[in-house]
């Protein structure tokens, strides 16, 4: 083990003898080609998990940037405090489909964790579009259309049912997609903790389902390409859409954020149709 990678185990070990009600979360990640710099002012750690360069949209493209309000929001309804992060398994997690012109080609691969819920329900969405969407050929609405789907087939069922997704916990009125720029937006206060790609959001707004759905194809590889974090930006638009106001008087009084021990999302939520 090198001397960088020591004395940062050791720097995370004294950062949870300061702060023992804290959760440092500690994961090993792979090293990304491409890491983007920090915010002015802060320093961030190579190993800590990077979205590629490729998958960062232009701020060029449009929308409005996220805000130092919504990022504290945002870590609040999801984890109740400004310094918990998403887990490893959160953050590896994207909407993978397997082979495509494969018998399991309409599926997405799932791996046991936290995300697992959030897909489960998407993988409904594609197979209902799958089925019954504006598919055409004689077997249409039939198993055997499932089979053999190729990429722009997968890529088209995903979008439809992400869109879906937003525009149903939008009240059917507006739905907001997030993506990720390359370069921050805002520079988050000592209180809170980076992560890398929430403080560099991009927040896009739209008023027709249509609309959200052309959007999300046009940059499905947000969604779809590993090292996305497409699963928590799907997540971050399900909230915004929402909107935080209306989730907190989704939930109840004995729950008061989203993610629990785990970073798993609460029970209510996952059986709650308004946050779906």
Not at 29 to 48: D, F, I, N
Not at 98 to 115: D, I, K
Not at 165 to 186: F, K, N, R
Not at 253 to 267: A, D, E, I, K, R
């Amino acid at each position: 083990m090198s001397d960088s990678r020591l004395g940062y185990i050791e720097l995370l070990q004294q950062e949870v003898n300061k702060n023992p009600d804290r959760s440092v979360d500690v994961v090993k990640e792979e090293e990304q080609e491409e890491v983007l710099a920090p915010p002015p002012g802060r320093s961030l750690h190579p190993l800590l998990c990077s979205i590629p360069r490729t998958l960062a949209v232009s701020p060029s493209l449009g929308g409005q940037p996220v805000t130092p309000q919504l990022t504290e929001s945002l870590r609040k309804i999801l984890f109740g405090g400004t310094y918990h992060v998403f887990s490893y398994e959160w953050r590896k997690s994207f909407f993978k489909f397997r082979e495509p012109n494969s018998e399991l080609s309409y599926a997405l691969e799932t791996e046991r964790g936290a995300a697992q819920a959030i897909q489960t329900v998407i993988q409904a969405r594609v197979i209902k579009q799958l089925l019954f969407g504006h598919q055409s050929g004689s077997d249409r609405g039939t198993l055997q259309s499932l089979c053999e789907i190729g990429q722009r087939d997968q890529d088209l069922a995903l979008a439809a049912a992400l869109s879906e997704s937003l525009w149903l916990v939008g009240e059917e009125l507006s739905a907001t997609v997030t993506l990720v720029t390359a370069d921050y937006c805002i520079t988050p206060h000592l209180d809170y903790k980076l992560d890398n790609f929430t403080e560099r959001l991009q927040l896009f707004t739209f008023n027709k389902k249509e609309d959200v759905q052309k959007f999300i194809y046009e940059h499905i590889q947000c969604f779809r390409e590993e090292g996305s974090h497409g699963v928590i930006l799907f997540l971050y638009s399900l909230i915004c859409s929402r909107t935080v106001d209306r989730l907190r008087e989704d939930l109840d009084s004995t729950t008061s954020h989203l993610l629990h021990t785990g970073n798993f999302v609460c029970c209510q939520v996952r059986s709650n149709p308004q946050c779906w």
